[in-house]
């Protein structure tokens, strides 16, 4: 299975800053998932990122307010912008492990005030 | 469309006591089925998986059977311990590339010294 790292571990933000959270794997993999976990709340997927090429959102997601970046086959970083309370949450970074598994990072812990 | 579904906690159990998590689904394929675990504080961990009816997936002594016929995949373990304290989710995919995931809403156990 990879490893997955992702930072910061947490973080308390002010209302209309930006927050940036990078996910690097151990090893190259093709495709990269950014999910929101509300508190107390299953998972909802933000995006997909792959390598190369644009990332793709789901429906109530929008580049403007996540942006993505794919550098590489090894990393990738989410953007909180213009952060608002309601953007609280916990923000996981997976990655495709190999045929049908999806496997995580420890998560970003984030509070706006 | 697809679906999880999972019963609703919380779940208290004793140390020692028999765990059943049930889980069904709704699926226009065959999917592969999951169970995840997310400790206090940390990302998701693939617990288990099973990828075709009647498979069994077992880890750390939980269990989980693909039954295609009650679109089941319940979790059980025999003897719960304090340290399996944390959320179980219930996932399926009908993508073979580690995209698509459904979860379910999630259900938080407490095991109880």
Known sequence: SAVISQKPSRDICQRGTSLTIQCQVD?????????????????????????????????????????????????????????????????????DGGGETQYFGPGTRLLVL | GNSVTQMEGPVT??????????????????????????????GLQLLLKATKADDKGSNKGFEATYRKETTSFHLEKGSVQVSDSAVYFCALTLDNYGQNFVFGPGTRLSVLP
Do not use: H
């Open chain 2, 13 to 42: 159990l004793s140390e020692e006591a028999f765990l059943t998590i049930n889980c069904t689904y709704t699926a226009t394929g065959y999917p592969s089925l999951f169970w995840y675990v997310q400790y206090p504080g940390e």
């Open chain 1, 27 to 95: 090893s190259q993999v093709t495709m990269m998932f950014w999910y929101r976990q509300q508190p107390g709340q299953s998972l909802t997927l933000i995006a997909t990122a792959n390598q190369g090429s644009e990332a793709t959102y789901e429906s109530g997601f929008v580049i403007d307010k996540f942006p993505i970046s794919r550098p590489n086959l090894t990393f990738s970083t989410l953007t909180v912008s213009n952060m608002s309370p309601e953007d609280s949450s916990i923000y996981l970074c997976s990655v």
